[in-house]
């Protein structure tokens, strides 16, 4: 897929306020910092578009992008990040829980996954949620240029062996780097292709 456009469309915190139009929607989530509005840039190739912070809990509201106008692309808050405080991170889940149970035009969830990490509870605690919801989602392991090649296979097998303890299949699965754009047309043809299931 070719993106010729890419428009930041607009930041909320409350379902109701979400944008309309009959178009599929792709969300972005995981534990912050793992770089998911790092990926919304590099699969759009415009730098600025999502915010990017080192700071954890940059995104802090529901973001839609708007992608050839034609499908909705959204970056969500990070989950699992300590250092909010309780009733921010409550108001959070809350938002999120309710995002993902209620945008009838959600085709997929992908759940970011830091390579270099070993399976992290809060991550397995959401994708099991998310079964548990019947919500589709795949798997984006992010920041794959941060460790050696021959180490990617290693770490994604382990990741799954630990999935596997929870699920019978594995779902479909990404390998990326934001820095040097690895996964970008795979990642893209995908989305394509579930797009034209929206109906
Ligand atoms: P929150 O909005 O806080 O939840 O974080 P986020 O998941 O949106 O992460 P963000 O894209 O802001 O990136 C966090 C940090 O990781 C930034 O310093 C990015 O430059 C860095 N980063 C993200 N993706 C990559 C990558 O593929 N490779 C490398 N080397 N660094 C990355
Ligand atoms: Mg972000």
Not at 15 to 40: D, Q, T
Not at 105 to 132: H, W, Y
Not at 160 to 173: A, D, F, G, M, S
Request: glycine share 4%; aromatic share 10%.
């Amino acid at each position: 897929m070719n993106i010729s456009t890419a428009e930041f469309l607009c930041s909320n915190t409350k379902m109701e306020k979400l944008p309309e139009g009959p178009f599929p929607e792709f969300a972005f989530i995981g534990r912050s910092n793992v770089g998911k509005s790092s990926l919304i840039n590099m699969l759009t190739r415009r730098k600025g578009l999502a915010k990017i912070s080192n700071t954890p809990g940059k995104t802090q509201t529901i973001n839609h992008f708007i992608i050839n106008n034609s499908w909705y692309m959204v970056d969500l808050p990070g989950y699992g990040f300590a250092k909010v405080a309780q009733t921010t991170r409550a108001n959070w889940e809350q938002m999120i829980s309710q995002y993902l149970q209620q945008r009838i035009n959600l085709m997929c969830v992908f759940v970011l996954i830091d390579i270099r990490l070993t399976p992290q509870k809060s991550d397995i605690a959401f994708i099991n949620r998310l079964g548990e919801l019947a919500i589709a989602f795949s798997i984006i392991f992010t920041k794959a240029d941060k460790l050696p090649k021959a180490k990617i296979p290693f770490q994604v097998a382990e990741y799954n062996k630990t999935l596997l303890e929870h699920w019978e299949e594995l779902p479909k699965q990404f390998i990326t780097s934001s820095e040097k754009s690895t996964g970008r047309e795979d990642l893209l043809d995908y989305i394509d292709a579930i797009s034209k299931n929206y109906s």
